[in-house]
């Protein structure tokens, strides 16, 4: 199985700040690599496909790039809603495996 | 809109098994895959299996071969996930997802609601 490592596990922000949220992967998943936000009570919610690709509805202020085994998740100008958790998923084989989660605090 | 409607909170002894459905509507039901994952409290995500609506297929995590079970019914939209054998370990919430795809890329959209299943005797 591919092991979903993030970094960090939790960090605090302030409104209007950029932070960034580190996934690795134990063996390359290509751009295989999905990420999604969960408040509390709440099923997840995907907010980048295919490494890169921002979901409809998504606001631009959510980036996602890397490869192989390096990505990254990028929130500019951070919104109050923008606290939760978020989760890396890779789809490159099954079992699609997840990162155990980054809980943002605004 | 596409939603995925799953059932009812489940409380189990253990050794018994457990049923959760998910009913999907908005689109057409056969087109798109449809996974299971679970999420123990305060914990991350664990992807269970995939359930091929259109032929009934399905493929499972390792972790769960032998214990879980997911079939459909088509005439009804609807997906199932049956776990057996439960033990305290199994306490989770319970999620339905659909899986869209680029022709390449799959990813989770949307999830229905989550079934919390608490195993306690």
């Known amino acids: 199985d591919i092991q979903m490592t993030q970094s960090p596990s939790s960090l605090s922000a302030s409104v209007g700040d950029r932070v960034t949220i580190t996934c690795r992967a134990s063996h390359s998943t290509s751009n295989y690599l999905n990420w999604y936000q969960q408040k509390p009570g709440k099923a997840p919610k995907v907010l980048i496909y295919?490494?890169?690709s921002l979901h409809s509805g998504v606001p631009s202020r959510f980036s996602g790039s890397g490869s192989g085994t390096d990505f990254t998740l990028t929130i500019s100008n951070l919104q109050p809603e923008d606290s939760a958790t978020y989760f890396c998923?890779?789809?490159?084989?099954?079992?699609?495996?997840f990162g155990q989660g980054t809980k943002l605090e605004i | 809109q596409v939603q995925l409607v799953q059932s009812g909170a489940e409380v189990k002894k253990p050794g018994a098994s457990v049923k959760v459905s998910c009913k999907a509507s908005g689109y057409i039901f056969t087109s798109y895959y449809l996974h299971w994952v679970r999420q123990a409290p305060g914990q991350g995500l664990e992807w269970m299996g995939i359930i091929s609506p259109n032929g009934g297929s399905t493929s499972y995590s390792q972790k769960f071969h032998g214990r879980v079970t997911m079939t459909r019914d088509t005439s009804t939209s609807t997906v199932y996930m049956e776990l057996s054998s439960l033990t305290s370990e199994d306490t989770a919430v319970y999620y339905c997802?659909?899986?869209?795809?680029?022709?390449?890329?799959?990813?989770?959209?949307?999830w229905g609601q989550g079934t919390l299943v608490r195993v306690s005797s």
């Open positions: 997802a659909r899986e869209p795809s680029d022709g390449a890329h799959v990813w989770f959209d949307p």
């Open positions: 295919a490494t890169s």
């Open positions: 998923q890779q789809t490159y084989n099954t079992p699609y495996t």
